[in-house]
């Protein structure tokens, strides 16, 4: 099955400072790897996604970059701000038959003003 | 469009007995996923329904089970309660296009005393 590694686990970055969270995944047939953000007492949420025809998105400050022959993809936030301050976690499908995801365990971001 | 619903919000129960959790996925998606997120921990893959069936499970005792309705609204059991099963149980939802993107409900706080 698939596993999925995230790191790190903890990252403290000063406001306006660039934060970036990897993961590695085992399944070579994953194609599709999500980035949620889950703010205290909240649900997690889809922040950005990528496929595995694409090596790079950006949606404005935040961007996904993903190498499949290295089996690991990024997430980078850029002049980073308190409100992004939060647990991020990836997550890699065994594949889209199999339908199922694992997720990361997670990326706690401290932002500090 | 109506987002992921859970109920209830919040549930306290005495070890040893039973605790039923339901979902409401987004119109239109047909999977249903439900995980386990202890304090501070990570998402833990639970359940996975689609189209009424269990497609898979995760690394949890029998004494967890579900099932999924017509409807595909889905409800989650789980039997003789134990002190390790407090936790946040998240459901999720997606439309099986092979994009698989999950949608999280807000969830219900389980707290075994």
């Known amino acids: 099955g698939e596993n999925v590694e995230q790191h790190p686990s903890t990252l403290s970055v000063q406001e306006g400072d660039s934060a970036v969270i990897k993961c590695t995944y085992s399944?070579?047939?994953?194609?599709?790897f999500p980035w949620y953000k889950q703010e205290l007492g909240k649900r997690p949420q889809l922040i950005i996604d990528?496929?595995?025809?694409?090596g790079e998105k950006k949606d404005q400050r935040i961007a996904v970059t993903l190498n499949k022959t290295a089996k690991h993809f990024s997430l980078h936030i850029t002049e980073t701000q308190p409100e992004d301050s939060a647990v991020y976690f990836c997550a890699a499908p065994f594949n889209t038959n199999a339908g199922k995801s694992t997720f990361g365990d997670g990326t706690t971001l401290t932002v500090k003003p | 469009e109506a987002g992921v619903t859970q109920s209830p919000t919040h549930l306290i129960k005495t070890r040893g007995q039973q605790a039923t959790l339901r979902c409401s996925p987004i119109?239109?998606?047909?999977?249903v996923y439900w995980y386990q997120q202890a304090l501070g921990l990570g998402l833990q893959f639970l359940l996975w329904?689609?189209?009424?069936?269990?497609?898979n499970r995760g690394n949890f005792p029998p004494r967890f089970s579900g099932r999924q309705f017509p409807n595909y609204s889905s409800e989650l059991n789980v039997n003789a309660l134990e002190l390790e099963d407090s936790a946040l149980y998240l459901c999720?939802?997606?439309?099986?296009?092979?994009?698989?993107?999950?949608?999280f409900g807000p969830g219900t706080r389980l707290l075994v005393l």
């Open positions: 329904y689609d189209e009424g069936e269990e497609r």
């Open positions: 119109s239109g998606h047909t999977s």
């Open positions: 999720a939802s997606s439309l099986w296009d092979g994009k698989e993107t999950q949608y």
């Open positions: 990528i496929r595995s025809n694409v």
């Open positions: 399944d070579s047939a994953s194609n599709y």
